[in-house]
């Protein structure tokens, strides 16, 4: 979210930092693939949900592509003939393959009203600070009876690595930093996809776990993604390594297995909704069914 300044520049406010985001991005282009397991497996899924709707899309955009990961799933399959890949970060845009490419914010889509067949975005818009705005400028983007289809993470993601941290800071600091983002839950997104204006909602989620041999590897790999934290009101100097090593140590002791591998789960919410349409189908009005309860029951009642 943003508002705009006397001088005509824009202003962000909201929880997330995506000036920071866009630098965290930056820096992790140049070694990204050594880090991209997550994504490369969401997007599978996502693509692999993609294929289960037979009907082609002339005209789709990656949202938040990152070095064009979903891209490469894509390619040959669906349907798509020309897909427009873009992301906050020129750097991963740039590592991205494919005639279209766009330097572009979730925040501030750059598409004209009812031109795209399909949005489609993995890993991307759980660092929106206005998701119901950016559901609803997705949604004008899309033509009539076009398809938006999106993973993101949700609140219940790297639950371990959280409380770790809180203990870490806890005993060493006295206190806890701002960590914990305030990231849409599964029962809220049915909701918004219908304020936004999309027919048919359709919400489900994901649990992969991934396994390291300890959280510092964990928070490596979470740097590598360019997913560390950009909350606005975190703290501005580098964590003590004291407090990392003490946090990590109470994750093994809390979550480590018998060989001190330790767990990090990351919920995945999928989110899908449809551009109305008249050829849609369409719920009953109440009232307008020809058949009562009783007789449904076989007149047990």
């Known amino acids: 979210m943003a508002e705009t300044t006397p001088n005509g520049a824009k202003a962000e406010i909201g929880p997330f930092d995506r000036v920071q985001l866009r630098r965290r991005r930056d820096r992790a282009a140049a070694n990204f693939n050594a880090h991209s397991f997550l994504l490369d497996e969401v997007s599978l899924r996502l693509t692999e949900r993609l294929d289960d709707i037979k009907r082609s899309f002339p005209l789709a955009v990656d949202l938040g592509c990152h070095d064009g990961r979903l891209a490469r799933h894509l390619s040959g399959r669906s349907g798509i003939k020309r897909l427009v890949q873009c992301d906050i970060s020129r750097a991963l845009v740039s590592e991205a393959k494919g005639p279209y490419r766009v330097v572009a914010d979730e925040e501030w889509l750059p598409f004209a009203g009812e031109r795209l067949d399909l949005i489609i975005s993995a890993l991307s818009l759980h660092w929106v600070n206005d998701l119901p705005g950016a559901l609803i400028q997705i949604r004008r983007a899309l033509r009539p009876d076009g398809l938006f289809l999106a993973a993101m993470l949700g609140g219940d993601s790297l639950t371990e690595l959280r409380q770790a941290l ?117 719920a009953l009005k109440p009232g307008s069914g020809e058949m009562n309860l009783a007789e449904a029951l076989n007149g047990e009642t």
Not at 196 to 209: E, Q, R, W, Y
């Open 166 to 282: 809180v203990r870490g800071e806890s005993e060493l600091q006295g206190g806890i930093s701002p960590r914990i983002a305030p990231f849409v839950e599964i029962r809220d997104l049915g909701a918004l996809l219908q304020r936004a204006g999309f027919a048919l909602p359709v919400v489900d989620s994901d649990t992969i776990t991934v396994t390291y041999p300890d959280a510092l590897a964990l928070m490596r790999d979470l740097r590598g993604m360019g997913e560390n934290n950009i909350l606005r009101a975190r703290q501005r100097h580098f964590t003590r390594r004291s407090t990392l090593f003490t946090a990590a140590e109470h994750y093994r002791e809390m979550f480590g297995d018998v060989e001190g591998r330790i767990p990090a789960t990351f919920q995945v919410l999928y989110l899908a909704g449809w551009s109305p349409h008249a050829s849609q189908q369409q």
